[in-house]
C-alpha cells in the first residue's frame, strides 16, 4: 500500500493501550498540559503538516494558553510516531489548541491555519509525502464545524481567483487527540535550527 492511501480499519496497526507519557509543563510557556479545560478557555485541532513547524506558528499568538503535538483522525490506538511513519495508523500529525477566545477568535485561528500551508495537496505537504502530512480541521462544536466549513469555501474563493487549485483539506468533528512523544512537544524551541517545512501559498485569507 502506498503511503498517500488511507488503510482500512481492518488493515491498520492496532496500536496499544497505553498512553504516551505527557511533560507537566508546556517548554515555552510553562503553562500545564493535559489538564481539565479551565471554564474560559476553548480548544482546536488542526493538521497543516510536519508539526514541528505548526505548533510554533500557534504558540507564538497572543491568545494561545498552551499547544501540544500529536496524531488524529486515524485507526491505531496510542500510536507512536515510527507507527505514524509507516503509512498504517491512518492518522495525520496535529497540533491541539487551548485558547482564550476573548484575546483570540476561532476565526482567526482558521486565517492563520489556510495562510500558512498549502490546503491543495492532498496526502502531502510539499516535500512531506503520506497520509500523515494531509490537511485537516477537526472542529469540538457545531459552531466550530459552521465556522470552518464557511472560511473553506471563503478561502477556495480566493485561490481560485489567485489561479491555484481545489483545498482537499478534510473537516470533521473532532476525534480523539493522540500526545505525541514527550521530545516532539515544543520541538522547534528545544532545537532552534531543526527541520521546518511550513510553507503557505501566498495568497491572503482576506483582501
Given amino acids: 500500500m502506498k503511503k498517500t492511501e488511507m488503510p482500512d480499519p481492518e488493515q491498520a496497526l492496532p496500536g ?4 504516551m507519557p505527557v511533560p507537566d509543563t508546556h ?5 500545564e498540559l493535559a489538564v481539565p479545560l479551565p471554564d474560559k478557555f476553548e480548544q482546536a ?9 505548526v505548533e510554533r506558528k500557534f504558540w507564538e499568538l497572543t491568545g494561545i494558553y498552551s499547544t501540544a503535538v500529536g496524531y488524529a483522525g486515524g485507526f491505531t490506538l496510542n500510536p507512536t510516531y515510527e507507527e505514524l511513519c509507516t503509512g498504517m495508523t491512518g492518522h495525520t500529525e496535529v497540533v491541539y489548541l487551548v ?3 476573548k484575546l483570540i477568535s476561532y476565526e482567526r485561528l482558521l486565517k ?3 495562510e500558512s500551508h498549502d490546503p491543495t495537496q492532498g496526502m502531502q505537504q510539499g516535500n512531506d509525502v503520506g497520509t500523515q502530512y494531509r490537511s485537516a ?5 457545531d459552531e466550530q464545524s459552521e465556522l470552518a466549513i464557511n472560511s473553506l469555501k471563503h478561502f477556495q474563493q480566493r485561490l481560485t481567483v489567485a489561479g491555484k487549485g481545489m483545498i482537499t483539506t478534510e473537516v470533521g468533528s473532532a476525534p ?5 512523544e ?7 524551541a528545544k532545537n532552534p535550527n531543526g527541520y521546518c517545512g511550513l510553507a503557505g501559498l501566498g495568497v491572503s485569507y482576506v483582501e
Fill in 137 to 141: 480541521i477537526y472542529a469540538y462544536n
Fill in 45 to 53: 485541532m488542526f493538521g497543516l503538516g510536519c508539526f514541528w513547524g
Fill in 27 to 31: 517548554f515555552v510557556n510553562g503553562h
Fill in 99 to 101: 485558547f482564550e477566545p
Fill in 176 to 180: 480523539e487527540f493522540y500526545y505525541a
Fill in 112 to 114: 492563520i491555519f489556510w
Fill in 16 to 19: 496499544r493501550q497505553e498512553k
Fill in 182 to 188: 514527550p521530545e516532539h512537544q515544543q520541538y522547534l
